[in-house]
């Protein structure tokens, strides 16, 4: 997508093999890019949350292997590269997802292959990437479009959490891929942001990217999204997520639940967009076996923004010495979940439906299960 009339990507490959990433932390007030050179800085930047966002985490663990491989390109050293960006963010599937796709593309080659072989594969994933959203948004276009044809010359309220957009992949967005094929073509479309505490990625990165596309979107705090659903002011909800399951449970931004809840007692139709290396065939019961992120305390205690005379300062908002906690993510079952807007069309939030769209991940998943399952 575009900043400043220049077209961007989320990541790219410099001159010398360093990776290019936009420092998300920055964002919607500083623009800044920063290159990072070895393993432990691509760990880092996923750990920190320079890049974040399921697919965009996967694409920059894969350049992760590549740094790794131009050190060292041994069996161990891969090794080693594999589990330290794994243990960066356990939530998101698409790290493993990624990791496994290098190991393979790398493990049966000579060493002095596997670095070219290594970049290889990583620009494939990120070209896959694009490509799979540009479906997801021609698919989840008709659904717009479906609600614009009931509402004629008004624009269609499209309420999301957190940032699913481009900033979160390597271009286009999941969630926001729909949207902003709908305000191209012409159909009038506004999107509700949930500010999305405590990191507020709606807030300050959806908002900061569809104000640069020049989609009409309102920030709304988090709790706001029922009480506008009361008022039929959201048509549809369309989320990103990080990890689908094989019976469609969804994991996404803690919060999502509470969206799902809100838009299944109103009648809203509540939609999952996903590229299918966010699906984990390997689990079933998404609220008992996804591992839930937990991050720091300061996240919560604390906010950061931009002062009048236009410093970043961080202020302390809760009590010394409240106890707080913070889960990054949760669970909404299949049950809620009107549609997956995946690259191979909508498909239900089910079993049969996800093995059916995916026939060789799902087949792939049973041939690994243990026997007893
Ligand atoms: O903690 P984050 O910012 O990485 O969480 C991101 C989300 O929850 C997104 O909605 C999800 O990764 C889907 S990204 C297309």
């Not at 997508?1 to 790219?12: L, S």
């Not at 800044?32 to 920190?48: E, F, G, K, N, P």
């Not at 594999?82 to 393979?104: G, Q, S």
Request: net charge negative; aromatic share 4%; hydrophobic share 45%.
């Amino acid at each position: 997508m575009k900043v400043d009339g220049k077209h961007t990507r989320t990541i790219w490959v410099e001159q010398d093999g360093g990776v290019g990433i936009i420092d998300q932390t920055l964002l919607p007030h500083r623009f800044a890019t920063v290159t990072l050179t070895s393993v432990a800085d691509v760990a880092r930047a996923i750990r920190t949350m320079q890049v974040r966002g399921a697919p965009l985490i996967g694409a920059a663990a894969a350049y992760g292997i590549c740094l790794a491989l131009r050190a060292d390109a041994s069996d161990e050293g891969l090794e080693r590269a594999y589990r330290d960006l794994l243990a960066a963010r356990p939530t998101a599937i698409n790290l493993k997802w990624a990791l496994d796709e290098m190991v393979a593309s790398v493990r049966n080659r000579l060493r002095d292959e596997r670095v070219a072989a290594a970049y290889r594969r990583a620009a494939e994933i990120s070209e896959e990437d694009i490509a799979i959203n540009q479906a997801i948004g021609r698919h989840g276009l008709k659904l717009i479009e479906t609600a614009a044809a009931k509402k004629p010359g008004e624009p269609v309220n499209v309420l999301t959490h957190c940032n699913a957009g481009w900033l979160a992949t390597v271009d286009w967005g999941t969630a926001t891929a729909p949207i902003y094929m709908a305000h191209d073509s012409g159909v009038p479309v506004h999107v509700w942001v949930d500010e999305t505490r405590p990191r507020n990625q709606g807030a300050a990165l959806t908002a900061w990217e569809l104000g640069h596309h020049g989609v009409p979107h309102t920030v709304i705090p988090d709790n706001t999204g029922g009480h506008l659903m009361q008022h039929g002011l959201v048509d549809l909800a369309i989320v990103g997520t990080d990890r689908v399951t094989a019976q469609g449970d969804v994991c996404n931004k803690i919060g999502t639940y509470l969206k799902a809840l809100a838009a299944a007692d109103n009648g809203v139709p509540f939609y999952v967009a996903l590229p299918s290396p966010t699906i984990d065939f390997h689990v079933s019961d998404g609220i008992r076996e996804i591992p839930i992120e937990q991050r720091g305390a300061d996240e919560v205690t604390t906010m950061t923004g931009r002062t009048e005379d236009g410093r970043i300062e961080t202020v302390r908002i809760v009590p010394d010495g409240s106890a707080v906690a913070n889960y990054g993510f949760d669970v909404t079952p299949a049950r809620l979940v009107t549609g997956l807007i995946t690259e191979r069309g909508v498909v239900a939030a089910s079993r049969a439906a996800l093995a059916k769209a995916f026939p060789e991940r799902a087949a792939g998943a049973r041939a690994i299960q243990p026997a007893a399952e």
